[in-house]
């Protein structure tokens, strides 16, 4: 395989599949193929039952710095539709998702991180909103997701300016969770997956669903707990001193 041609690369290892974003000699940007491989990657991800949480992140030393700018122009497809589908996708994946972010993280690649359920950079990461440099109507559900992470005034400020921010502006404003020191990403972030890996899927589904204001499957998810079993085997594992075996996983 040529190591240099743009693609999406993965790997499932302890219940954590790592999806990278490769195109190096773009800054990891997004072509087309490679938006409308994420979907179905993430599909055949979420149908393993293997996996628990998924990462994503970029090859090298950058994160993702927006689409392939050639892409724009190619008449085979529709590049922000397929971009917004790609996002959404990653939106709805069943389990927790983390964004692991260095360098640049700008345009598609903040839309991607975005749509994350988590969001850890290393210090000197940028980040930016960048259609208004190019033109592009931002769709709403994009804009929609950023404001609920940012709060208004700074998706404003990113959309319309289009203008990159740093590590602690980006903590500040909500659009990371955390800011790590350089050389320090790749160890808070194995920690933490398998911190995610270990807990219990039924509360991170059920959470995950409310967080995004559901309110009608209350019902639902008290019947899960009901049939599944796990807070007994939680509260035993927490009496008993050891590590709880939750058995209750997310369906294909």
Same mark, same amino acid.
């Given at each position: ?71 724009? +122009?190619?008449? /085979?497809?529709?590049? %922000?539709?397929?971009?917004? =589908? $790609?996002? !959404? ?104 997956? +398998?911190?995610? /890996?270990?807990?219990? %899927?039924?509360?991170?589904? =059920? $959470?995950? !669903? ?43």
């Amino acid at each position: 395989m040529d190591r240099t041609e743009p693609r999406l690369e993965h790997t499932v290892a302890d219940g954590v599949a790592t999806v990278v974003i490769s195109n190096p000699a773009k800054r990891n940007a997004m072509t087309t193929a490679m938006w409308s491989a994420l979907p179905r990657l993430l599909e055949r991800l979420a149908a393993d039952a293997a996996v628990r949480v998924l990462v994503l992140t970029g090859a090298g030393n950058t994160f993702c710095a927006g689409a392939d700018i050639s892409s724009l +122009r190619d008449p /085979a497809g529709d590049p %922000q539709a397929l971009a917004v =589908a $790609a996002e !959404e996708s990653l939106a709805a994946f069943p389990r927790p998702t983390l964004a692991a972010i260095r360098g640049y993280c700008v345009g598609g690649g903040s839309q991607l991180a975005a749509a994350c359920d988590l969001r850890f950079a290393e210090e000197g990461a940028s980040f930016g909103v960048t259609p208004a440099k190019l033109g592009i109507v931002y769709s709403a559900s994009s804009t929609r997701r950023l404001v609920a992470l940012t709060g208004p005034a700074t998706a404003k400020h990113l959309l319309f300016s289009g203008e990159l921010i740093d590590t602690a502006r980006a903590l500040r404003t909500g659009l990371v969770d955390e800011v790590m020191p350089a050389g320090e990403l790749d160890k808070r972030v194995d920690a933490y997956v +398998r911190t995610l /890996a270990a807990r219990s %899927q039924l509360t991170q589904a =059920a $959470a995950k !669903e409310f967080a995004t204001g559901r309110t009608d499957r209350d019902a639902y998810w008290a019947e899960q707990a009901r049939r599944s079993g796990d807070t007994a085997e939680g509260v035993a594992a927490f009496l008993e001193r050891r590590a709880p075996r939750f058995t209750w996983t997310t369906g294909p």
